[in-house]
């Protein structure tokens, strides 16, 4: 198994500011309407990482209520896919 990238690592940090920004933009879609902008940025691993969870889940259960209320969400990971440096195929 391929050794994972350290997350916290300089190159990241555009990632987790385009996340941060989403979140503190959708305070009360991700339960947290009265946390302070801080709080939301000390968790945007958190965040990240439940948001994945779900949105994995709500895929594969077909939630369609889901998907269609954290959008913005599903939005934000394409266009961060699409960001990607495209991987060859055999490789």
Same mark, same amino acid.
């Given at each position: ?24 933009? @959708? ?8 946390? &302070? *902008?801080?709080? +939301?940025?000390?968790?945007? /691993?958190?965040?990240? =990482? ?13 939630? @369609? ?8 969400? &599903? *939005?934000?990971? +394409?266009?961060?896919?699409? /960001?990607?440096?495209? =991987?060859?195929?055999?490789?």
């Amino acid at each position: 198994m391929p050794e994972l990238p350290d997350l916290n690592s300089p190159q990241f940090a555009p990632i987790k500011t385009r996340l941060a920004k989403v979140y503190l933009d @959708h305070k009360a879609d991700i339960g947290a309407p009265h946390a &302070t *902008d801080q709080d +939301i940025l000390d968790q945007v /691993d958190d965040i990240t =990482a439940l948001m994945l969870g779900a949105l994995g889940r709500a895929m594969a259960e077909r939630r @369609h209520t889901w998907l269609q209320h954290y959008g913005w969400f &599903t *939005d934000l990971v +394409i266009e961060l896919l699409d /960001d990607l440096p495209a =991987a060859p195929l055999d490789g």
